[in-house]
């Protein structure tokens, strides 16, 4: 038996888990029962404007905050343009030309 969506009835997604006082504000009875896709809780914590901590529960990937996905894609991006020249917002600092003075 799969478990479906009480919005889109889809099925079969990773677990995105919120706090409960978040999920009381977006369930439709109000409490903790329901069920709701990744994809519906956001939808419905941005229709109601409810700004929580999310945490990706199950599956491949692993929920960190945006202050350390911003330093991962920095450091990321670092890397591409200093390893394979990739052309990006750092590789006119990391690849010194005559043209920037470095």
Do not use: F
């Not at 706090?19 to 519906?40: E, H, N, R």
């Not at 920095?74 to 010194?96: H, I, K, Q």
Request: glycine letters at 6%; proline letters at 7%.
């Amino acid at each position: 038996m799969s478990t479906q969506c009480d919005e889109c009835q889809c099925t079969n997604w990773p677990d995105l888990v919120i706090p409960y006082w978040a999920w009381t504000k977006i369930s439709d009875a109000g409490d903790d029962s329901g069920m709701l896709c990744p994809t519906c809780i956001l939808r419905r914590l941005e229709k109601m404007q409810v700004v929580c901590e999310v945490a990706v529960m199950s599956g491949p990937a692993r929920s960190v905050s945006p202050e350390t996905m911003m330093l991962l894609r920095t450091v990321e991006n670092m890397e591409l343009a200093l390893r394979d020249g990739r052309e990006n917002g750092y590789s006119g600092r990391l690849n010194p030309t005559p043209e920037n003075g470095e």
